[in-house]
């Protein structure tokens, strides 16, 4: 009855919103599913007027990891594991190819960009996690989240934290939510309930992209917040234009 009834949307899009759930595959709602609302019940989702099913492998490995999945998601075109941003002929950590501008995959944000829209990501890992990291980065390693983890021969290469500041799209993005002030800020501290995070990249290059990224936007006389907790996100004026917010050393 529900699908009779249904009345069909035929308008033209104003907006789209991707949310990812990481690891969340079949068996994962399934159970989310029964135990929420038993075995007849229905998780928000699954009254959408049309559901989907993409098989999540990367062009190498059976088993994706999350950016090359990522860049499958948000650039359409399948990778090699552990690179994002980059089509599949960049083996990983290959840096010479990741410069090759053919190699290069734009993301459905540079598109939105294109078209004139406003664009962002709020995210619970790094801002330079893999993830989300396909949105606007072309890495030929996931790790490369700053410069302390790049090899001597990779240095040609941008880390993904400087893609963010410095690159298309990266720069242009309206709104940046997330952890990971380890790789934008150099020689960082440990705060209460922040430690840093030894699993991950920790900058020592003497740059603070975080100012990097608020010079930008007064050099282009924008209006722009740079938010690093709670409450200065809620005093935040809802017209500025661009947002960086970055709360925690390590993921949200």
């Known amino acids: 009855d529900r699908a009779l009834r249904r009345v069909y949307n035929e308008g033209i899009a104003k907006n789209v919103i991707i949310f990812v759930a990481d690891g969340m595959g079949l068996t994962t709602s399934t159970a989310a ?6 075995e007849e019940g229905f998780l928000a989702f699954d009254k959408f007027p049309h559901i989907g099913v993409i098989k999540t492998y990367s062009a190498n490995k059976y088993v994706a990891d999350s950016c090359s999945t990522a860049t499958a998601m948000f650039c359409g075109v399948k990778a090699n594991q552990k690179t994002t941003g980059l089509d599949s002929t ?8 990741s410069l090759n501008p053919q190699a290069r995959v734009p993301s459905i944000l540079k598109w939105a960009q294109d078209a004139g829209k406003s664009t ?29 983890v790049m090899p001597q021969d990779s240095r040609v290469c941008k880390d993904i934290a400087r893609q963010l500041v410095e690159d298309l799209p990266g720069k ?7 952890g990971g002030r380890q790789m ?23 740059r603070d992209l975080i100012k990097d990224w608020q010079d930008d936007k007064a050099r282009r ?8 907790n709670n409450g200065e996100l809620q005093d935040l004026d809802t017209n500025t234009e661009f947002v960086l917010g970055i709360n925690l050393d390590l993921h949200t």
Not at 33 to 38: F, L, N, T, V
Not at 90 to 97: E, I, K, T
Not at 172 to 178: A, E, K, P, Q, S
Not at 184 to 206: F, H, M, R
Request: with cysteine.
């Open 172 to 178: 242009n993005i309206n709104v940046i939510m997330g």
């Open 184 to 206: 934008l800020q150099s020689n960082v501290t440990e705060g209460d309930n922040d430690p840093i995070d030894t699993w991950a990249c920790y900058s020592k290059d003497g």
């Open 221 to 228: 006389e924008v209006s722009y917040a740079y938010v690093s």
């Open 33 to 38: 599913r029964i135990y929420g609302k038993g």
């Open 90 to 97: 960049v083996d990983y950590s290959d840096c010479n190819g």
């Open 120 to 148: 962002g990501f709020v995210t619970t890992t790094r801002v330079t996690h893999a993830t989300p990291s396909a949105l606007y980065a072309h890495a030929a390693d996931r790790n490369w989240e700053c410069e302390t």
